[in-house]
């Protein structure tokens, strides 16, 4: 199955800012639209970002203005900038296929707290 390889989370004090990355295969990165997304404790898992292979963004509503989605060509990844952090967004964050057609990795970690 291939699962997807997301880094870049950790602990981070309410008002600063994380950025994740994501490394989607070649041919994944091609072919699909790629989202962000994200599982705090005892709730669903919840897309925040999506960016399609032409570059377009679409955001949740609760990150509209604070994180960025974005794609290396070259590198093939995708970031996530995420600013003014809330605890609210204390989450495990993933990244996969937008539908999701891809199984769930690890994920990365995001903590928001003082």
């Known amino acids: 199955q291939v699962q997807l390889v997301e880094s870049g989370g950790g602990l981070v004090q309410p008002g600063g800012s994380l950025r994740l990355s994501c490394a989607p295969s070649?041919?994944?990165?091609?072919?699909?639209?790629i989202g962000w997304y994200r599982q705090a404790p005892g709730k669903q898992r919840e897309l925040v970002a999506v960016i399609a292979k032409g570059g377009s963004t679409n955001y949740a509503d609760s990150v509209k203005g604070r994180f960025t989605i974005s794609r290396d060509n070259a590198k093939a990844t995708v970031s996530l900038q995420m600013n003014s952090l809330k605890p609210e967004d204390t989450a495990v964050y993933y990244c996969?296929?937008?539908?999701?057609?891809?199984?769930w990795g690890q994920g990365t970690q995001v903590t928001v707290s003082s």
């Open positions: 070649g041919s994944i990165f091609r072919v699909y639209d």
């Open positions: 996969n296929t937008r539908p999701s057609y891809l199984s």
